[in-house]
């Protein structure tokens, strides 16, 4: 989130949105759209009133939910690549019975 507001309530939102991402990107839409409807729903109410909250609460929301949502894609593709890369070394380190160091 560099470049957006840090204080304790938008860590938390933006914490609880990154979840909400891993849970879209792993299938779970339903159990995403039930902790967005609540726990993101209150944590935005509680940035809102927080005595931090200063300036355009609505554009920092949306940066909050773009810089995770990337946060998450980027996760999730370098785990793609990383995945069959890994599976390959621990087969032939299994064939093999070579140490790697």
């Known amino acids: 989130m560099s470049g957006?507001?840090?204080?304790?309530?938008?860590?938390e939102l933006a914490d609880i949105y990154r979840g909400i991402c891993w849970l879209r990107a792993a299938g779970y839409r339903r159990s995403a759209a039930k902790r967005q409807a609540?726990?993101?729903?209150?944590?935005?109410?509680?940035?809102?009133r927080s005595p931090?909250?200063?300036?355009?609460?609505?554009?920092?929301?949306?940066?909050?939910?773009?810089?995770e949502e990337t946060r998450v894609a980027e996760a999730v593709a370098f785990a793609e690549r990383?995945?069959?890369?890994?599976?390959?070394?621990?087969?032939a380190s299994a064939i093999?019975?070579?140490n790697p160091n």
């Open 4 to 11: 957006l507001t840090v204080d304790a309530p938008w860590r």
């Open 38 to 48: 609540n726990e993101l729903a209150a944590a935005l109410t509680a940035a809102r």
């Open 52 to 67: 931090a909250a200063r300036g355009d609460i609505q554009a920092q929301f949306e940066a909050v939910l773009i810089a």
């Open 82 to 91: 990383l995945a069959p890369f890994l599976a390959g070394r621990l087969r």
């Open 96 to 98: 093999l019975g070579d």
